[in-house]
């Protein structure tokens, strides 16, 4: 079949029209790319930036657990003892001892020894005496742990078992 070569030029010159993008399209190609590209990139930074938060949470849940079996784990009926030391708590020897016990910014082994890696967690303790549904003797033990805005608080109840 014999084609002109008119009509073969323009059948070119259509193949040529059709492969490229015009300046317009580049850029509208460019801008939903940037959009598409600056979402994902936001939500890895808010990914990221609260990626520590379960480990502070779960320091603060280990503090606040230690100390709380510490003070379970002591007598109940209270005892003579002498004052310790800054944060230390070697020297109670019963539960209500740990009454008003508070740290401000640091965590303190039990001689008195802050621990570092646990810089600027702050730890409260409160102990009352209170009914627990027909037990006359028992004390709630509120172990309160705070680290900026983040607060923790664990509360406990020892008994008098032994009487």
């Known amino acids: ?3 002109s ?3 073969s030029a323009r059948r070119v010159r259509a193949a040529r029209a059709q492969r490229g993008m015009t300046l317009i399209e580049l850029m509208i190609a460019i801008i939903v790319i940037g959009v598409g590209l600056a979402g994902v990139l936001l939500a890895f930074s808010t990914v990221t930036r609260g990626s520590a938060d379960p480990l502070v949470a779960q320091q603060m849940m280990t503090i606040a657990e230690e100390m709380l079996e510490e003070i379970q784990l002591k007598p109940y009926t209270p005892a003579a003892n002498t004052a310790p030391a800054a944060c230390a708590r070697n020297t109670y020897n ?8 508070a740290t401000s910014g640091q965590v303190c082994t039990i001689d008195g020894t802050a621990i570092a890696a646990l810089a600027g ?4 303790v409160s102990v009352q005496t209170t009914a627990l549904v027909g037990v006359a ?3 709630r033990i509120v172990v309160t742990v705070t680290r900026g805005n983040d607060t923790l608080v664990l509360t406990g109840w020892r008994t008098d ?3």
């Not at 019963?94 to 016990?101: E, I, P, R």
Request: glycine share 4%.
């Open 1 to 3: 079949m014999w084609t």
């Open 5 to 7: 070569p008119v009509r």
């Open 161 to 163: 078992y032994a009487s």
């Open 137 to 139: 003797a028992a004390k």
């Open 94 to 101: 019963d539960v209500a001892d740990y009454n008003g016990y």
């Open 121 to 124: 967690y702050s730890v409260a």
